[in-house]
């Protein structure tokens, strides 16, 4: 994949080894819903090691959270929901759901802040997963 590219294929390298997906995202993404990446089909998610790193505190007046998972769900938060943006932390995905994905799975999260405008707030998405290539 070319610098700069977005991750729009499925990511796969020839090795055996934890692959991941990783995207940035602002108190400024307050109402959008972001690509993240696509994993390839029959790859394995690691949930534990999955999730959001907040880098610098999420402040809006009420709420500060973000749901995440496949595009294929309405909601976007197959995996996550509510992951709280309001501390400095890791926030592991928290939905009990398969960890394998059956097809090229587009990862999205989209980001939900209320009350007062946010003014701070950066985070990192984090998705690790195994693809299938032990065949």
Same mark, same amino acid.
Request: glycine letters at 12%.
């Given at each position: 994949?070319?610098?700069? $590219? *977005?991750?729009?294929? %499925? ?31 029959? #790859?394995?998610?690691? *949930? ?6 907040? $880098?610098?505190?999420?402040? /809006? ?9 496949? #595009? ?14 309001? %501390? ?9 759901? #398969? ?10 999260? /989209?980001?939900?802040? $209320? ?6 707030? *950066? ?13």
């Amino acid at each position: 994949m070319a610098t700069g $590219t *977005k991750g729009t294929t %499925a990511r796969q390298y020839a090795a055996q080894m934890v692959h991941y997906l990783r995207k940035g995202f602002t108190f400024a993404d307050d109402g959008k819903t972001l690509t993240v990446g696509t994993i390839p089909a029959g #790859s394995l998610l690691l *949930k534990p090691i999955s999730g959001v790193a907040i $880098t610098e505190v999420f402040n /809006a007046g009420s709420t500060n959270v973000a749901d995440m998972g496949p #595009s294929t769900d309405s909601g976007t938060d197959l995996w996550a929901t509510d992951l709280a943006l309001g %501390a400095l932390a890791f926030v592991p995905l928290d939905e009990a759901v #398969s960890n394998l994905v059956a097809v090229d799975t587009v990862v999205q999260i /989209a980001v939900d802040l $209320t009350g007062t405008a946010a003014t701070t707030g *950066k985070g990192v998405v984090v998705i690790a997963y195994v693809p299938n290539n032990d065949g």
